[in-house]
């Protein structure tokens, strides 16, 4: 394992020299992998069309890199860690020697299905340690995967199997979640339907459920294991080759397809994970993301196995069997550091500290921060309980697109202040402006966060769509990647993220576009049209508030919500359901047609006493209306 930063000092020459010589800067740090041919050339990059390519002309494979390259070292260390749904089930583990195996073995399933370098890989899955196999055999043999949160409803799967025109979709028969077991087959199942790209479906089988069957299509994942041997040799790729697509949503129209390619991923998810964690060698990690984010891809997988580390998965809920649930398995295993959302924050500590209490948390050393600010009371009940005013907090930020932490505390050496992500890594290069793409130099300053060069694992493209990118990232400020964040520099030039400046809202850390939300509503056969808006939410961090216009006068309006909840579970899912919805006669609208979201912000937040300029609006009448209608925000 390479040199991790040790002072403020040390991280301020680095910053330095990151900016005055990025090419030089990140070679070195490259250096440490195994690359089957060095590159040519370091960077070549324009953020007009854009056009970034880090690494050009290497050849490598990112599974050598997290998996072979340990095995004389740490060959009978712990990769991973995996903890089950069920108290009293055991958990697994998988050394390196044996994960190296098991993937080279599912490289093979793959390959005996027909998946060649380049094809599309789909995983609906539920944190079973065959995920993680899953992702590393895709990227053994060249595929490019493209994971989907297995809360994802079957149309919402289907759009993104289609996107990609995936070949094949690796699933489970269920997934045990708290006290439910999910079916997880039958949504491919009705996924399947609408894809004609798919020829093969490998089932896990983990709740022994019974599941419909296709023969021909359907293959269970232990029948085919055992037809392969454990012997697969590393694709040969290029550092630029696609890695893996993650959808994510935008404020616009359906969800987009974010692109990563192998090397400069490869060499920003180690450096990042190694220096703001300061993993050391035999520490044990656990970042509680799903796979189906960019946490899980970034901080459970890539990062950790790429340094060498043991890094947990779990499989259930924070809350199941009760809310002490993390802290009995950071007990059990003697955590050391541990990174999770704001949300399941304020959620445990709704529940009290007794569920803290009964367990012995002294093993850890670091806790994490990720996915939306977190407020002053839930870093400090954090910070105190679970920290016992001993360990930093990492809030990082960053996104789907970034790859890996942009802005963050390195652990024990940035010092720390309550709800800022606080500095730039090294090769980060953070820039406020205004409204018109002015620069705000100096500190004491806000505006709209953009970066200014790029950095290894910036997204490359968004898939199928170049344009898309283009327009999204780089064009509301020429030359510079926007990132949809409003952010504070304070006077000591520390950052602090103020949340979304455009339609996305965050909810449990979830993120997804109002218009996304607004046309699942809008499927519903009796709504005519419907705004949706975030709300602040205790636990959540934002609440989704709906204002929906319907076809007639409605008569039995709960009735009418609980249609809508089903329309939107099936269209998107679960995570997607508004908190409140409100009927409207009208939204207030501008003459051009354009919806005065302003105004429905101050409705769902509760405070409709100044709702500013109104005269603009078409029919100034409907505010007066929406107001007398107006859900408590409590
Ligand atoms: O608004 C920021 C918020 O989450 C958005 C990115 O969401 P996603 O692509 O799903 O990735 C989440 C996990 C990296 C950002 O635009 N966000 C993420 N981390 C933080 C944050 N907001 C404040 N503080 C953070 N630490």
């Known amino acids: 394992m390479s040199e991790r930063i040790k002072s403020l000092e040390a991280y301020h020459q680095e910053y330095e020299r990151s900016v005055a010589d990025p090419e030089g800067f990140w070679a070195d740090k490259a250096r440490q992998f195994q690359w089957q041919k060095p590159w040519d050339q370091v960077l070549q990059w324009n953020f007009r069309d854009p056009d970034v390519k880090w690494f050009l002309g290497g050849k490598l494979n990112i599974t050598e890199n997290c998996l072979d390259r340990h095995l004389e070292t740490r060959g009978d260390q712990t990769a991973i860690l995996w903890e089950p749904n069920e108290t009293d089930e055991p958990g697994k583990s998988l050394t390196y020697r044996e994960l190296h195996a ?12 027909g998946i060649e370098k380049g094809d599309r890989v789909c995983l609906y899955m539920p944190m079973i340690p065959e995920l993680a196999i899953s992702v590393l055999a895709c990227a053994r043999i060249g595929a490019v995967h493209s994971v989907v949160f297995a809360g994802f409803s079957a149309s919402a799967l289907a759009d993104r199997i289609n996107d990609a025109s995936a070949k094949a979709v690796l699933t489970s028969d269920g997934n045990f979640r708290g006290k439910k077991s999910i079916p997880v087959k039958s949504v491919v199942d009705e996924a399947l339907q609408q894809c004609t790209s798919v020829s093969s479906c490998i089932v896990v089988q983990r709740t022994k459920d019974e599941v419909d069957w296709t023969p021909g299509r359907d293959f269970w994942w232990h029948e085919e294991r055992e037809k392969v041997t454990a012997d697969c040799a590393a694709e040969t790729m290029d550092a630029e080759d696609m890695l893996f697509i993650l959808y994510t949503s935008g404020s616009t129209g359906k969800p987009k397809g974010v692109v990563h390619t192998i090397g400069g991923y490869m060499v920003y998810t180690e450096y990042s994970f190694r220096n703001v964690f300061q993993y050391e060698d035999g520490d044990i ?31 259930g809920v924070p809350t199941y069997p009760d809310a002490g649930r993390f802290w009995q398995i950071v007990e059990k295993h003697r955590v050391n550091i541990f990174y999770t959302a704001p949300t399941a924050i304020r959620a445990l500590q709704a529940f009290g500290e007794a569920y803290v209490e009964k367990y012995d948390l002294s093993s850890l050393k670091t806790l994490g921060s990720v996915g939306e600010p977190i407020n002053k009371e839930a870093w400090e009940w954090y910070y105190e309980h679970i920290g016992k005013k001993k360990c930093p907090i990492v809030d990082t930020w960053w996104q789907t697109e970034t790859g890996g932490i942009m802005i963050s505390p390195l652990a024990g050496i940035t010092p720390l202040k309550p709800t800022y992500a606080t500095l730039p890594l090294p090769g980060v290069q953070p820039m406020l402006v205004d409204a018109e793409g ?66 996305v809202i ?59 909840l089903g329309t939107v579970t099936k269209v998107i899912g679960p995570i997607a359901k508004p908190d409140k919805i409100q009927v409207v006669r009208g939204l207030p609208k501008t003459r051009s047609g354009k919806i005065m979201r302003r105004i429905l912000r101050k409705v769902a937040e509760g405070d409709v006493s100044n709702l500013g300029d109104t005269s603009t609006l078409l029919d100034p009448g409907v505010v007066e209306d929406i107001k007398s209608g107006a859900l408590s925000s409590a």
Not at 295 to 304: F, L, M, N
Request: aromatic share 12%.
């Open 438 to 503: 002015k620069e705000l130099t100096g500190n004491g300053v806000e505006g709209n966060l953009c970066i200014k060069f790029p950095w290894p694992s910036i997204l490359r493209t968004t898939y199928g769509d170049h344009e898309r990118c283009r327009q999204t990232y780089f064009s509301t400020y020429p030359d510079m990647y926007f990132t949809g964040d409003g952010c504070r520099r304070d006077e000591d030039g520390y950052y602090r993220i103020l949340g979304r400046v455009d339609d």
């Open 285 to 315: 990690y656990w970042c509680t993301a799903d796979i189906g984010w960019i946490t899980g891809h970034s901080y459970i997988i890539y990062g950790p196995l790429l340094a060498g580390a043991t890094t947990m998965m779990f499989e």
């Open 102 to 113: 098991e993937v080279c073995r599912f490289a093979n399933v793959l390959k005996a299905h």
């Open 506 to 564: 965050n909810v449990s850390g979830h993120r997804m576009g109002t218009a996304e939300v607004e046309n699942a509503i809008n499927e519903h056969p009796d709504v005519i049209e419907s705004a949706v808006v975030g709300y602040p939410h205790e636990i959540k961090g934002q609440g989704i508030y709906a204002f929906v216009i319907c076809e007639e006068d409605v008569t039995d309006e709960e009735k009418l919500r609980q249609e809508i």
